[in-house]
């Protein structure tokens, strides 16, 4: 009892004595959102996998590296159109890119399977993402280096730091073949191989990993009823959750009309490029995010599940 007493007299007389704030790979995790032991290392250190900052694009007749059936991230924004092969964002998981002046970061983490864009900014301020090496959830998590914030990409928020709890906006992207990409929009940009990073962008580090019914890193809750790695189209509508697996929509003629969060929306899905989006009953593009099923339903365990007849 002394020695307890003893120490919290220390604490409070002798600041710098006090228990120092959990860190990893460098990141102050005080106060983190998340249980600090539930954040742990992918492996590479800070920067270890390094975002593309200032990212060089070829128009679509010279982006002859790319074969039909490979995959690409699209964005459309701004009357602007990119496509980011997945075999670059393997070895960099972020791209940060602007449309017509405006700050966008493209992210994709290869274990959950999950492209995402979002507008880099809050409150007016332009963020600057990099990859931390800490996952959470088996997803990367992204730091900004304005204010070493640790951001989830899949819940879209600061978990860590001085933004922390702030969320970041999402915007519609495609995850595709660049064959279909590139009929839609052949007047597309489509981001260089020259990174300035020396990679084998014909190769991946992953290749056996998508096959696999393993998981790398634990999970907070394991899915069940699809092969973990069945890909869904995921979507959030005021709060609620809902996954579209690639094996229920192969069931439908490749676009359904569905009631969701009392909203009406449409789902499509093209089974021959392995692709699918989810728009408004105006047409507009609803952001949504194609996934792993094991980590959708890892960040989501409510989720609603579309099943085909």
């Given at each position: 009892?002394?020695?307890?007493?003893?120490?919290?007299?220390?604490?409070?007389?002798?600041?710098?004595?006090a228990i120092a704030a959990?860190?990893?790979?460098?990141f102050d995790l005080a106060?983190?959102?998340?249980?600090?032991?539930?954040?742990?290392?992918?492996?590479?250190?800070?920067?270890?996998?390094?975002?593309?900052?200032?990212?060089?694009?070829?128009?679509?007749?010279?982006?002859?590296?790319?074969?039909?059936?490979?995959?690409?991230?699209?964005?459309?924004?701004?009357?602007?159109?990119?496509?980011?092969?997945?075999?670059?964002?393997?070895?960099?998981?972020?791209?940060?890119?602007?449309?017509?002046?405006?700050?966008?970061?493209?992210?994709?983490?290869?274990?959950?399977?999950?492209?995402?864009?979002?507008?880099?900014?809050?409150?007016?301020?332009?963020?600057?993402?990099?990859?931390?090496?800490?996952?959470?959830?088996?997803?990367?998590?992204?730091?900004?280096?304005?204010?070493?914030?640790?951001?989830?990409?899949?819940?879209?928020?600061?978990?860590?730091?001085?933004?922390?709890?702030?969320?970041?906006?999402?915007?519609?992207?495609?995850?595709?073949?660049?064959?279909?990409?590139?009929?839609?929009?052949?007047?597309?940009?489509v981001l260089s191989q020259?990174?300035?990073?020396?990679?084998?962008?014909?190769?991946?580090?992953?290749?056996?990993?998508?096959?696999?019914?393993?998981?790398?890193?634990?999970?907070?809750?394991?899915?069940?009823?699809?092969?973990?790695?069945?890909?869904?189209?995921?979507?959030?509508?005021?709060?609620?959750?809902?996954?579209?697996?690639?094996?229920?929509?192969?069931?439908?003629?490749?676009?359904?009309?569905?009631?969701?969060?009392?909203?009406?929306?449409?789902?499509?899905?093209?089974?021959?490029?392995?692709?699918?989006?989810?728009?408004?009953?105006?047409?507009?593009?609803?952001?949504?995010?194609?996934?792993?099923?094991?980590?959708?339903?890892?960040?989501?365990?409510?989720?609603?599940?579309?099943?085909?007849?």
């Amino acid at each position: 009892m002394k020695s307890l007493q003893t120490i919290i007299v220390l604490t409070l007389l002798l600041p710098g004595l006090a228990i120092a704030a959990p860190m990893k790979n460098g990141f102050d995790l005080a106060g983190s959102l998340v249980p600090v032991n539930e954040m742990i290392s992918g492996g590479p250190p800070r920067d270890g996998i390094p975002a593309i900052d200032h990212p060089k694009f070829v128009t679509a007749v010279k982006a002859s590296f790319l074969k039909p059936g490979d995959r690409v991230l699209g964005v459309v924004r701004n009357g602007v159109v990119k496509a980011y092969p997945i075999a670059i964002l393997n070895w960099h998981e972020i791209v940060n890119d602007n449309f017509d002046g405006e700050p966008v970061a493209v992210t994709f983490c290869p274990l959950c399977g999950t492209g995402m864009a979002f507008l880099a900014g809050i409150n007016g301020k332009t963020l600057n993402f990099g990859v931390s090496g800490l996952l959470y959830n088996s997803d990367v998590l992204l730091y900004d280096r304005q204010t070493q914030s640790l951001w989830s990409q899949i819940m879209r928020t600061a978990i860590s730091g001085p933004w922390k709890g702030q969320r970041l906006t999402d915007l519609p992207l495609e995850n595709t073949s660049w064959a279909d990409w590139k009929q839609r929009y052949p007047g597309t940009l489509v981001l260089s191989q020259d990174t300035g990073f020396p990679r084998d962008y014909r190769s991946s580090p992953y290749s056996t990993y998508i096959t696999s019914e393993q998981v790398m890193f634990p999970m907070k809750f394991r899915a069940q009823g699809f092969h973990p790695k069945e890909e869904v189209i995921g979507v959030e509508i005021s709060g609620q959750f809902k996954a579209y697996p690639f094996a229920e929509l192969a069931k439908t003629s490749g676009e359904i009309l569905d009631n969701f969060a009392d909203k009406h929306i449409i789902v499509r899905f093209n089974v021959e490029h392995r692709s699918g989006t989810i728009h408004d009953t105006a047409g507009n593009a609803l952001p949504s995010v194609i996934a792993f099923w094991f980590a959708w339903y890892g960040f989501h365990p409510d989720t609603e599940i579309f099943h085909g007849k």
